[in-house]
């Protein structure tokens, strides 16, 4: 740890703790075992605060406000809640909304029983969806030899994107579009097939987070993703000179 | 407004059979038709999917045999993978498929028909239902609870879920049988074979209270349609397709299943978009087939497993073949059952049968599969076609119901003809056509419910299509 490093005090629901002043809210948290729901935040990756799951009251000069955890900063004499009925209202409502804009059939998905959007929907109790479903028109792209994207199941978390520019260094997926018609494409909006940029390597498939995106072959419930291979990828590219 | 109302959307939404009887100028009961699954859509639907999707997509079709589908759907995909399936795979994949038929056929049996049967079907209908049974004969609704939980644990054992098991997939299984697993499944053998044994003394001898019945009861000639395999005994996963008129002559020993195409048609009725399946050489509608328990022991030499055989000679010592009658689809249940037991157990014992090697695997090496399997209902058709990036592009499956949807009609119409004077159906129609529907056992959500009458709405039109009379049952 560099020695310029400034500590920070701070409140995290009934427990007083510290941090350095680079560290977010939800790494403070990790460290003295405070759980808050994450979806597009992945222990490795920057953070982009996509998906508001992880939200937290905040309080700090007298103001409350709710921040995302994965994104914020830790400030000095910051009060900080995790949990209060009002955010679980607010993540559940998130994951209905999630749900109620995409095609979601878990029963046939080869996520079912290992995805993170399902087992936030079960973690957090989110019995129904109070919002119409939308059924888009979206599209599978199955050109590629080994490996599928169904828009259908994407949530717009950006792990692709991530992992794909800041380890791989491919960069062949980004963002397209705006509103509901927002969507993840392979280089200039190529069949991932055609996307010359990528190499092939797997990386986004195990980071995201449902069955958006799966290799070839594998039946409903059998698509388990790995991700243990990050946070090591991320360590060795910082000791690089 | 004189137009009539043919499918009554509420109606189906809370589980209502449909009938619309026809009559023609002459005041005779024409037409009749049951309106059964809605496929359509469901096969729109499977368009741009990946085709590993399709078995958990096709379980979904119907909650009463999803292994049915599973299989089929599974047998489709392998063709488009153009693999050949571990041998073990197929024997495990063949023990689910006969504990599905086990279960469906138990629950048909003894939860559905049997009230009827041991209590009368002019019984109270409050009491005509399996917990009437469990008070007037504890022991034999007991068998047939203690039957079907057989035949679930089995598929539980097996793939781990009960209802939608995603552990039949494109190229095998997804996992290999444990002997703890195989060990338990071979210890619930004994009890189950009891069982049918015991149905198979108490059943027969009770026919004979139902003589007039077996006479009149969906009792026509047809074809006969089904799998046998190449021992011309009784045949659920592979085989090839048989088929036979309704004086017992063979017309086909055996027809390609993945040739379906060129021997069935498949007719659309007007008025209705359910599709009646035909056998093509004999045109429409006299290519009218019959599918099914009743079919499927009609067209064998044998049933193959030694209990078995001995009640098939007994059946058609009373019974010549080919049995016509459709009230004997309940006598043909119990002799699969038994056939489905003893040929489990020998499955059990095959020496590889804990064999690790349970899954091909390829990417799709064809553009076009096909998977026939007999499900409890009968034959059961699957066909996909996929681009080549391994999505849907078509998709078409003949099922079971649909299979013998002409046949039911015909067993509807003989009742309403019974049953209708002028222009009102008598009350006592209601029972009839409840009973025929049982007999075939048609996979309509409705025809479950175990406990009380079958939800029924029967329509009679006259020749211009108004509306003459209508009968309900809640
Ligand atoms: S991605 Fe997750 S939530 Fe969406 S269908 Fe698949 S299992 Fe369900
Ligand atoms: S494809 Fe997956 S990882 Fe990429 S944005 Fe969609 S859900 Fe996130
Ligand atoms: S996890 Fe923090 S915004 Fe998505």
């Known amino acids: ?241 | 407004m004189t137009r009539r109302i043919e499918i009554n959307p509420v109606t189906r939404i809370e589980g209502h059979a449909m009938i619309s009887l026809h009559l023609d100028d002459a005041g005779l009961v024409q037409q009749a038709h049951l309106h059964v699954n809605q496929l359509r859509g469901f096969e729109q639907f499977c368009v741009g999917r990946p085709f590993y999707e399709m078995p958990a997509l096709m379980a979904r079709i119907c909650g009463i045999c999803p292994v049915s589908h599973l299989v089929a759907a599974s047998k489709a995909c392998d063709e488009l993978l153009a693999v050949q399936v571990p041998p073990t795979a197929t024997k495990l994949r063949r023990i689910m498929n006969l504990a599905q038929i086990i279960q469906s056929h138990a629950l048909n049996f003894f939860h559905l028909s049997a009230p009827d049967l041991l209590l009368g079907m002019d019984s109270d209908p409050t009491q005509r239902n399996l917990f009437g049974l469990l008070q007037s004969h504890p022991e034999r609704a007991r068998d047939g609870i203690r039957l079907r939980q057989f035949g679930q644990q089995i598929i539980e054992q097996l793939g781990g879920k009960r209802i939608h098991p995603g552990w039949i997939v494109p190229g095998g299984v997804n996992e290999p049988l444990s002997k703890a697993h195989r060990e338990q499944m071979l210890g619930m053998i004994p009890a189950a074979l009891a069982i049918i044994e015991r149905t198979l003394t108490w059943f027969p001898p009770l026919l004979d209270q139902f003589r007039a019945e077996i006479q009149t009861f969906g009792n026509f000639p047809s074809l006969f349609v089904g799998l046998a395999n190449h021992q011309g005994t009784l045949e659920h996963y592979d085989g090839g397709i048989r088929v036979m008129d309704s004086a017992g002559n063979s017309i086909a020993q055996w027809l390609e299943p993945n040739h379906y195409a060129d021997y069935i048609g498949e007719a659309v009725e007007p008025d209705s978009y359910l599709k009646s399946p035909y056998y093509k050489p004999l045109g429409y509608p006299d290519g009218m087939y019959r599918v099914g328990p009743l079919a499927r022991l009609n067209l064998v030499d044998r049933c193959g497993t030694p209990r078995a055989d001995a009640a098939l000679t007994a059946f058609n010592a009373r019974y010549p073949r080919p049995v016509l009658s459709s009230f004997l689809y309940h006598y043909a249940r119990l002799i699969e059952i038994m056939y489905g037991i003893e040929q489990i157990e020998l499955l059990l014992n095959d020496p590889d049968i804990l064999s690790e090697h349970v899954r091909a695997f390829a990417e799709p090496n064809r553009s076009e599969g096909i998977g026939v399997s007999e499900a409890p209902r009968g034959t059961l058709i699957h066909h996909y076609r996929i681009d080549g990036q391994g999505l849907v592009t078509y998709a078409n499956m003949i099922i079971a119901s649909g299979n013998n949807n002409l046949a039911m009609n015909r067993g509807i119409l003989q009742a309403a003809r019974h049953f209708v004077h002028g222009t009102e159906i008598k009350e006592g129609m209601l029972n009839r056509v409840e009973a025929v529907i049982r007999a075939f056992d048609p996979c309509l959500s409705c025809s479950t419910h175990a406990a009380g009458a079958m939800p029924l709405h029967i329509c009679l039109h006259a020749p211009d299509g108004r509306l003459l009379h209508e009968l309900w049952r809640e």
């Open chain 1, 1 to 241: 740890m560099p020695s310029s490093v400034r500590v920070k005090t701070l409140r995290i629901d009934d427990l007083d703790v510290a941090g350095d002043e680079q560290q977010t809210i939800f790494d403070v948290a990790v460290e003295h075992a405070i759980p808050i729901p994450t979806l597009c935040h992945l222990d490795g990756l920057g953070a982009v605060g996509a998906c508001r799951m992880c939200l937290v009251e905040v309080t700090s000069a007298n103001q409350t406000r709710l921040q995302p955890a994965c994104a914020t900063p830790i400030e000095e004499g910051m009060q900080i809640v995790t949990n209060s009925p009002r955010l679980q209202e607010y993540r559940r409502m998130i994951l209905e909304l999630l749900f109620a804009e995409g095609n979601h059939v878990c029963a046939v998905c080869v996520s079912n029983g290992h995805c993170e959007l399902q087992g936030l929907a079960q973690s957090l109790g989110m019995t129904h969806v109070r919002f119409p479903y939308h059924y888009p028109q979206r599209s599978v792209d199955a050109s590629h030899r080994r490996f599928v994207v169904d828009h259908n199941r994407c949530i717009l978390c950006t792990r692709c994107v991530r992992v794909c520019a800041e380890i791989e260094g491919a960069h062949t997926w980004d963002v397209m579009g705006a509103s509901s018609q927002t969507q993840v494409i392979t280089d200039l909006n190529q069949p991932w097939a055609e996307a010359e940029t990528c190499t092939g390597c797997g990386k986004c498939i195990h980071v995201c987070p449902t069955g958006a995106l799966f290799e070839k072959g594998y039946s409903v419930a059998e698509m388990h993703k790995r991700r243990q291979f990050l946070p090591y990828l991320r360590a060795m590219r910082e000791r690089e000179p």
